[in-house]
């Protein structure tokens, strides 16, 4: 399942109006282990863009293949992904992912989430394997970082973009790890 993947990442909130009171839910607590409550995966249409992105509790996605749903559920990069048939890296799908109610659950929670979807959907099974590959380092330029640090208001309403380009890289409310 080796292959090169570009996704932008365009996590949303469901943070109301600037003049709305914020009703974004409650974080869940960091041992809590949500359960998938519904979803959704149907095939994209085929002149759809490819995004993902988060509103609230749920996770949605537009246009995305197998080998994208993966390297988020197990925070991988494409080329760490080897083996399976061609298919998981062309046919695209619309996912709609619901946790069980009881608050917004954090990333790690949520990528557990779509581990279970995709075993259960897809009957995903994988096998962990060590493999040297070619790595890239960020490093900062000559005039120094150019990192701002992430407001409580972000945090709070869970947002986050992330966009790439040749020889850019923009995120905002992202880790670097």
Known sequence: ?????????????????????????????????PALDVATIKPSQPDEERRVYVEGTHLSTRATTLVDLMTFAYSVHALQITG???????????????PNPGGRP?????RSIMQGLLADRF????????????????????????L??????????????SASGPGTMVAKNASVA
């Open 84 to 98: 399976g048939p061609a298919w998981i890296r062309t046919d695209r799908y619309d996912v709609l992912m619901q």
């Open 1 to 33: 399942m080796a292959v090169a993947l570009r996704i932008c990442f365009l996590l949303a909130t469901s943070a109301p109006l600037a003049w709305a009171q914020n009703t974004a839910p409650p974080a869940l607590a960091p041992d809590a282990k």
């Open 123 to 146: 009957q995903l099974r994988l096998h962990h394997a060590s493999k040297e590959l070619e790595v890239y380092s960020i490093v900062p330029s000559k005039r120094g970082a150019h």
């Open 106 to 110: 954090s990333t790690a929670q949520m």
């Open 148 to 161: 701002a640090p992430t407001t409580a208001e972000e945090v709070a309403a869970n947002t986050a973009t």
